[in-house]
Structure formats: structure tokens, C-alpha cells
């Protein structure tokens, strides 16, 4: 998907973004926040903080940094914050997750929740993400992924057409992912209703990649 289609379908969303995908979404989102084992002090990137409805799972102390592309979800995000009271660890900014402008090595932990398949170059992301984390951080991911199930593959195949539309890839593959962006997955765990979704921890392993390996995915 294109930037520009990227933006309109989430300005579409943002007003009933927490309806949709509130409720739906929030035991993956809640699982992830668990697994990262968060400890007071350390620095967080969330790619594609939408809404916000991430932000109050976060342990006290810890500093969250949050991007997204849409102006119209991280307005959605401030209010929440300013309504909660917990917005003193937490930065918001418009930003394009696969240009960021944060210094290298800025982050103990990167999580990307429900992105990866609506991004237009999925491997400059997790490039991206590799680069703002630092050598010993670890990457995670919350995603849908093709499903193996025939049936349910073959819905979200007859509907890949209407990505732009809908604002993600409905038959992205986690093999491909994983492979196209050298992750080293080291965990993975069903999550969110029926485990239709997917976590995913990775080790940051920059500084092993091949220099050519990293040049091709930029």
C-alpha cells in the first residue's frame, strides 16, 4: 500500500478506530506489553501508537515514545492521555515508521502492534526498527498473517484486492516477513480471538547481519 492510502484509511478509522479494534485487539496488545518485560528507566518505541490504546498498559517509569503516520489517530492518543492523567512518560509524534528520524541505538525495546502488513515496504521497517534499537534490544510484533487454514487463506487471498481499501495486506505471509526481513525470531505465540494474530519476539541482530543484507533492505 501507498503512503497516501495509508493516510486516507486511517482518517476513515481514526473516529471509530477504538469501536472496531478496541475490544478486539486489546488481549494482543496487553500479551505483547506483558512479554517485553518492561523495567522502569528503559526506553520504548511503538510503531504505529494510533489511537493510544496501548499507552496505559505500560509499567509506571517506563518512557514510551509513540509514532504514527496519521495526524487524526495521534490527536485521538493526546486526548487520552490528557484524560488519564499518565502522559509524562510518553512523546507523541507524526512520523513515517520507515524514515524515522530518531538517532541509532535510541531504544531498549521496539514494538510494532498491527503495522507490519499495512506499511508500503515492510522490510525498511524492520530495518528502521533495527537501527533506533540498540544491539542488545529486543523486537517485537503483533500481526495478522496469511492463515494456513484453506478456507480462511483462501477469503483473505479473494480480498487482497481491496487492501487500499481496507488498509492492510489481508494475505501477508510471516514466512516471506520473516524471511525478507532477516528477523531472528526467537519466540512466537498465538494471540486475540481464535489466536488468529501472531506475537512475535526478535532479538536485534544488527550488528551480525551481513553489511549487504542491510544495504538491501534500505
Given at each position: 500500500m501507498e503512503l497516501d492510502a495509508i493516510k486516507k484509511a486511517y482518517r476513515r478509522y481514526a473516529r471509530l478506530y477504538d469501536l472496531y479494534f478496541g475490544a478486539l485487539f486489546q488481549p494482543g496488545r496487553r500479551a505483547?506489553?506483558?512479554?517485553?518485560?518492561?523495567?522502569?528507566?528503559?526506553?520504548?518505541?511503538?510503531?504505529?501508537?494510533?489511537?493510544?490504546?496501548?499507552?496505559?498498559?505500560?509499567?509506571?517509569?517506563?518512557?514510551?515514545?509513540?509514532?504514527?503516520?496519521?495526524?487524526?489517530?495521534?490527536?485521538?492518543?493526546?486526548?487520552?492521555?490528557?484524560?488519564?492523567?499518565?502522559?509524562?512518560?510518553?512523546?507523541?509524534?507524526?512520523?513515517?515508521?520507515?524514515?524515522?528520524?530518531?538517532a541509532s541505538d535510541s531504544f531498549d525495546?521496539?514494538?510494532?502492534?498491527?503495522?507490519?502488513?499495512?506499511?508500503?515496504?515492510?522490510?525498511?521497517?524492520?530495518?528502521?526498527?533495527?537501527?533506533?534499537?540498540?544491539?542488545?534490544?529486543?523486537?517485537?510484533?503483533?500481526?495478522?498473517?496469511?492463515?494456513?487454514n484453506p478456507i480462511v487463506g483462501g477469503v483473505e487471498s479473494l480480498l487482497a484486492p481491496l487492501s487500499r481499501l481496507v488498509g492492510f495486506h489481508p494475505?501477508?505471509?510471516?514466512?516471506?516477513?520473516v524471511r525478507d526481513t532477516h528477523l531472528e525470531v526467537v519466540d512466537k505465540q498465538p494471540v486475540n480471538l481464535f489466536g488468529y494474530w501472531n506475537l512475535l519476539r526478535a532479538l536485534n541482530n544488527k550488528e551480525r547481519l551481513d553489511p549487504v543484507v542491510l544495504d538491501a533492505t534500505a
Open positions: 505483547v506489553i506483558d512479554r517485553m518485560h518492561c523495567r522502569a528507566g528503559q526506553r520504548v518505541l511503538e510503531v504505529g501508537v494510533g489511537t493510544g490504546l496501548s499507552l496505559p498498559l505500560y509499567p509506571s517509569g517506563v518512557h514510551v515514545t509513540g509514532i504514527d503516520i496519521s495526524p487524526e489517530m495521534l490527536q485521538r492518543a493526546r486526548v487520552r492521555l490528557e484524560r488519564g492523567g499518565s502522559h509524562d512518560d510518553v512523546d507523541l509524534h507524526v512520523m513515517d515508521a520507515e524514515r524515522m528520524s530518531f525495546k521496539v514494538v510494532a502492534m498491527y503495522v507490519v502488513s499495512v506499511v508500503p515496504h515492510p522490510q525498511r521497517l524492520v530495518d528502521e526498527m533495527r537501527r533506533v534499537c540498540k544491539p542488545s534490544g529486543e523486537i517485537f510484533i503483533v500481526n495478522h498473517f496469511h492463515s494456513p494475505d501477508f505471509c510471516l514466512d516471506t516477513f
